[in-house]
């Protein structure tokens, strides 16, 4: 079986909504790609507007589309990776 790649982990913020939950999210790079949210957020109902900050999974094969799967409340630093 081959091995499967590991998603990157990048931060970014929101930066404008589109229909069907789909976000234009810029990484600290200055690079815009799309996010749509992950289903644990969907089912929790937690909403996201321009400006929050959020934690992205990337595939390493398609760089210009990711999964938002953490949003960072007001004053909360960055999480710790690992």
Do not use: C
Not at 2 to 19: H, M, N, R
Not at 34 to 49: C, D, E, N, S, T
Not at 65 to 79: F, Q
Request: net charge positive; proline share 6%; glycine share 10%.
């Amino acid at each position: 079986m081959p091995v499967k790649e590991e998603p990157l982990e990048l931060f970014g913020t929101i930066k404008q909504i589109f229909p069907s939950t789909t976000f234009a999210v810029e990484l600290e790079n200055g690079r815009t790609i799309l996010g749509h949210i992950a289903g644990r957020l969907r089912r929790h109902h937690i909403k996201l507007l321009p400006g929050d900050r959020v934690d992205l999974e990337v595939s390493p094969y398609d760089l210009t589309k990711g999964r938002i799967v953490y949003r960072y409340r007001a004053g909360e630093s960055r999480r710790e990776s690992g």
